[in-house]
């Protein structure tokens, strides 16, 4: 009776032992699994971390964005920190623009633009590019523009600029270029007739006997010259570089953009004047917060496309007769927060389409002088103003430019008045109306010390 119960015991603990076993073995299978799972996930981050150095594949999309500018699509990737060149596949629809200035992007590697092929232009500037290698274009038979400013290249091989038989635009200036015999190739290509828009402004930083001289001014038989070579070591006796005279070039100051159109930042670079140099297809030009305390005669000469023109914050002081001669379409001026105290008699003459004028923060001075300013505006009602308060003197101060000029005639003496002038014609409720035109040749609002002698006499049709 006794072996009755240690057998069903011994029958239950047999019963019990497989499934102690399979449970056993199904954890460990469960463990394999979750380490199986744990590795590939390393792998996957580590194949990520390899793409995001190199960029072979489309598994990464960079933060870029599609940018529409007057029917042109841009592909947007400034300013994100990129060390690759994006893979072509990234896109849903093949680029013709691609912006990449302001990252951090070193070497060009053979085949970075492959798939790229429908690229008109395409913005490297401002990167820290030290290398491009000979294969790094290929595939971009269609580009047109490439800029590569403001990087660290030191040498360029012709051969990179093979694959794009059809670039009408580089620009290399503000690199650190070594004239020497490696240069050799591309400074003759730079020199060929028909490629004068290919590296216009780009100039030598060693050795010092070529240093500041445009790539495109040296005679390339002088690299690779034997003994040409003055400066190695410390010798002292090394030819000093040839002095630059005339004013700064504004290509080697100023940072100049694609998008939304062309557009150069010449702002906060210590500039006393103008720069030369501005081209005819640029769009927008900033020059404010510098030093430029007067604009002189034709600074803006051959800017002839400029249409928004930024000095402010320049402590400017004097507007020279016929600087602002050439900006037939300038539409947007802005002279606001200098040191104006009234706008030289024709200086405004040639600006047909300005539509925007900014004025403000500028210390006008309510007298004689500032008459022209306000028969200007009033002949271009089209203008929207903004800032013209009289700063001095006192019995004027905060004052409107307008209410004081309109002050000023009422109180005139009459018999210092035309005896054919109406009172109403000065009434600011009747300018641009036809008593106003009418009055307008009975009585010039000029200044009478600003008045030349007439010889005929205008009448305006309206």
């Not at 990464?60 to 940018?67: D, H, N, Q, W």
């Not at 020199?191 to 006997?209: I, K, M, T």
């Amino acid at each position: 009776m006794r072996l009755k119960p240690l057998f069903v015991l011994a029958s239950l603990l047999f019963l019990l032992l497989p499934s102690v076993e399979m449970k056993r073995a199904g954890k460990g299978r469960g463990l394999k699994r979750a380490r199986h799972k744990i590795t590939q996930d390393r792998v996957r981050v580590r194949g990520v971390r390899r793409h995001s150095r190199s960029g072979p594949s489309g598994l990464v999309s960079p933060s870029c964005s599609e940018l529409k500018e007057s029917g042109k699509i841009f592909m947007d990737c400034q300013d994100r920190q990129l060390t690759f060149i994006p893979p072509a596949n990234s896109w849903s629809r093949k680029p013709r623009h691609l912006l990449l200035a302001r990252n951090r992007i070193k070497i060009l590697h053979d085949g970075a633009f492959l798939g790229y092929d429908s690229l008109t232009s395409l913005d490297l500037q401002q990167n820290q590019i030290l290398q491009v290698e000979e294969g790094a274009f290929q595939g971009l038979t269609r580009l047109k523009t490439l800029l590569l400013q403001h990087n660290r290249l030191t040498t360029l091989s012709d051969e990179a600029l093979i694959p794009m038989p059809n670039l009408r635009d580089l620009r290399l200036y503000d690199n650190p270029w070594k004239c020497l015999c490696q240069l050799e190739s591309l400074i003759r290509t730079l020199q060929v007739p028909s490629n004068r828009n290919l590296g216009g402004n780009a100039r030598c930083a060693e050795p010092l006997w070529l240093k500041k001289r445009k790539l495109k001014t040296i005679d390339p038989e002088l690299l690779c010259a034997e003994g040409i070579i003055l400066q190695t070591g410390n010798n002292t006796n090394a030819l000093e570089p040839i002095p630059l005279r005339g004013k700064a070039d504004s290509a080697s100051l100023c940072h100049t953009y694609l998008f939304p159109h062309m557009r150069m930042d010449c702002s906060k670079r210590g500039l006393t004047e103008v720069p030369s140099g501005i081209p005819d297809d640029v769009v927008e030009v900033d020059l404010s917060h510098n030093l430029i305390r007067r604009l002189r005669l034709k600074d803006f000469l051959g800017a002839s496309g400029l249409r928004i023109l930024n000095l402010s914050s320049n402590s400017m002081e004097h507007i020279d007769h016929g600087s602002l001669f050439g900006l037939l379409h300038l539409q947007e001026l802005d002279l606001s927060d200098n040191d104006l105290h009234f706008v030289q008699y024709g200086v405004l003459e040639d600006l047909y389409f300005l539509s925007r004028l900014k004025l403000g923060g500028n210390p006008w001075v309510c007298n004689y002088s500032i008459h022209y300013m306000v028969y200007w505006l009033r002949l271009h009602p089209a203008v929207k103003h903004s800032g013209l308060w009289c700063h001095s003197p006192s019995e004027f101060a905060r004052e409107r430019v307008e209410d004081y000029v309109q002050s000023y005639n009422r109180e005139c003496p009459k018999d210092k008045q035309s005896s054919r002038t109406e009172p109403d014609t000065l009434d600011p409720v009747n300018w641009g109306t036809a008593m106003e035109l009418q009055g307008e040749v009975e009585e010039d609002l000029e200044p009478s010390h600003l008045r030349a002698p007439k010889k005929y006499e205008v009448y305006r049709l309206s």
